[in-house]
């Protein structure tokens, strides 16, 4: 009997749920907005609490691992490695952009290419493209959105069914007729499934080692100099 707590901080949402035996049996997030580093502790203790649990009680913590938000990235590992290390739970990385795949493939049921986007300023997404069944087709890259971008699929009459928070800027780009797009985005109830497969397969992460998929380096801005 597995009970995972799965943490959700790659994009704005922050999101905590409960899963057992991979299903999810408690949820607890807000989209107030990169609110992370002062919610992400009280979701936690919100979410243990509508299922009478403490942190105690968990088989494992599971993290999206990214790409995604380099800070709020950084906040949900930093917290989940520190319950795992103080509670000796063993932690279980996901990717963000699987995670999407599987739960849009399993929302919409049909024969295409999944294509999971995460936002990543302008019209600059992190994706990849995986089928029905959740296998990867196209590896995790940083691509910029043009009208054409996709046509080796559309020219095949290939549907491609996009999804995350960065399908949502695409979607007056890409009219082809074979572009579908799906309401699901980020969040911890989406991490139940493979966190589930990972505990059973003891596909576990390095507590003391394991860094998140940042892909790029954080946008920082020199602040100017006061005259």
């Given at each position: 009997?597995?009970?995972?707590?799965?943490?959700?901080?790659?994009?704005?949402?922050?999101?905590?749920?409960?899963?057992?035996?991979?299903?999810?049996?408690?949820?607890?997030?807000?989209?107030k907005?990169?609110?992370?580093?002062?919610?992400?502790t009280?979701?936690?203790?919100?979410?243990?609490?509508k299922?009478?649990?403490i942190?105690?009680?968990?088989?494992?913590?599971?993290?999206?691992?990214?790409?995604?938000?380099?800070?709020g990235?950084?906040?949900?590992?930093?917290?989940?490695?520190?319950?795992?290390?103080?509670?000796?739970?063993?932690?279980?990385?996901?990717?963000?952009?699987?995670?999407?795949?599987?739960?849009?493939?399993?929302?919409e049921?049909?024969?295409a290419?999944?294509c999971?986007m995460?936002?990543?300023?302008?019209m600059?997404?992190?994706?990849?493209?995986?089928?029905?069944?959740g296998?990867?087709?196209?590896?995790?890259?940083?691509?910029?959105?043009?009208?054409?971008?996709?046509?080796?699929?559309?020219?095949?009459?290939?549907?491609?069914?996009?999804?995350?928070?960065?399908?949502?800027?695409?979607?007056?780009?890409?009219?082809?007729?074979?572009?579908?797009?799906?309401?699901?985005?980020?969040?911890?109830?989406?991490l139940?499934?493979?966190?589930?497969?990972?505990?059973?397969?003891?596909?576990?992460?390095?507590?003391?080692?394991?860094?998140?998929?940042?892909?790029?380096?954080?946008?920082?801005?020199?602040?100017?100099?006061?005259?």
């Amino acid at each position: 009997m597995s009970k995972i707590l799965c943490i959700e901080t790659a994009t704005d949402i922050c999101s905590v749920s409960l899963s057992h035996e991979g299903e999810t049996i408690a949820l607890a997030e807000t989209v107030k907005g990169f609110s992370h580093a002062s919610t992400l502790t009280i979701l936690i203790q919100e979410c243990l609490a509508k299922v009478n649990l403490i942190l105690a009680d968990l088989d494992a913590v599971a993290i999206s691992q990214g790409p995604g938000s380099y800070t709020g990235l950084r906040i949900g590992v930093s917290v989940a490695k520190g319950i795992c290390y103080a509670l000796e739970k063993p932690l279980i990385a996901i990717d963000t952009l699987e995670a999407l795949a599987w739960a849009c493939a399993n929302h919409e049921k049909q024969e295409a290419h999944y294509c999971p986007m995460i936002d990543a300023r302008r019209m600059e997404v992190y994706t990849a493209m995986y089928n029905l069944m959740g296998e990867e087709e196209q590896g995790v890259n940083a691509l910029i959105v043009e009208e054409n971008v996709f046509d080796d699929f559309f020219l095949r009459e290939e549907t491609i069914i996009f999804c995350g928070n960065g399908a949502e800027k695409c979607q007056p780009i890409l009219t082809s007729s074979f572009a579908k797009f799906s309401p699901i985005i980020c969040s911890a109830k989406h991490l139940s499934f493979l966190a589930k497969k990972y505990f059973d397969e003891n596909k576990f992460s390095d507590v003391a080692y394991f860094s998140p998929l940042y892909y790029k380096s954080p946008n920082i801005t020199i602040p100017r100099k006061v005259l």
